[in-house]
């Protein structure tokens, strides 16, 4: 493995020094500005505390709980995010569409891509939970027996993931249109949230409480993201609020 991760590393160095060789001609002209590094900066942390906010629950009850139960939820945590995954694969597409048009003052255009897109994705993730949903053992024994024992994590880390696409992709409507600092304070409060529900629930529920823990910060994350959203753009995705 370590041999493996050294190879991996090295041929990523190697394919950027190609690139920037490559394309050197198109950087000649390249400067840094304020504005640049005062965006790039948040951004940086927004990335590294959203790898945290995914892997927190493992650190904790590795720490707090037998080893053998990192495996049980490692596994109930993949199959959810099974949930959330066509509003990954949106988000690909959508970040620089959004930015595009922000750029060019089409705000109404950003809305309506916006609502629609969130409510389709949240039609097709339904589906999905409603499948683990009823077939959670059967899809859990597919990695063996002792997994079932993770079902009711399982169950709660998706319904964690399914509140996420309730909202849709509140997080690169706030980073595209420029509002970084507001995404990574949405962020860094989902991290605090999901530590401090970790280390009352874990010591009580086990890794239940790790996956109730996590569905508290996804939802805090989610009701936030889409107040800053709405604030920002105007938009109503409900008809209540």
């Known amino acids: 493995m370590k041999y493996l991760l050294i190879i991996f590393y090295i041929s990523n160095l190697v394919s950027l020094t190609a690139f920037l060789i490559y394309t050197r001609k198109s950087f000649s002209g390249f400067f840094i500005s304020k504005k640049f590094i005062k965006y790039s900066i948040p951004t940086i942390f927004i990335s590294f505390v959203g790898v945290l906010i995914n892997r927190v629950d493992i650190l904790m009850i590795g720490n707090m709980m037998p080893i053998h139960n990192v495996g049980l939820y490692q596994v109930a945590t993949q199959i959810a995010f099974l949930i959330s ?70 169950l709660i880390r998706s319904a964690g993931q399914l509140i996420v696409t309730v909202v849709g992709s509140v997080g690169y409507m706030l980073t595209m249109s420029g509002q970084v600092n507001m995404q990574f304070y949405r962020i860094l409060v989902a991290v605090i949230v999901n530590i401090i529900c970790n ?13 109730i823990g996590s569905f508290i910060a996804l939802s805090v994350s989610s009701i936030i993201g889409y107040a800053l959203v709405k604030k920002k753009f105007n938009i109503k995705l409900f008809r209540i609020f």
């Open 199 to 211: 280390y009352f629930l874990i010591p009580i529920y086990g890794i239940n409480g790790a996956a």
């Open 85 to 154: 995954f066509s509003l990954v694969i949106f988000n690909i597409a959508f970040a620089p569409e959004i930015s595009k048009l922000h750029s060019a003052g089409k705000i109404n255009d950003i809305k309506q891509i916006y609502l629609r897109s969130t409510r389709l994705i949240f039609s097709l993730c339904l589906i999905i939970f409603l499948i683990v949903f009823f077939y959670s053992q059967e899809i859990l024994r597919f990695f063996g027996d002792e997994f079932i024992a993770a079902e009711e994590s399982m």
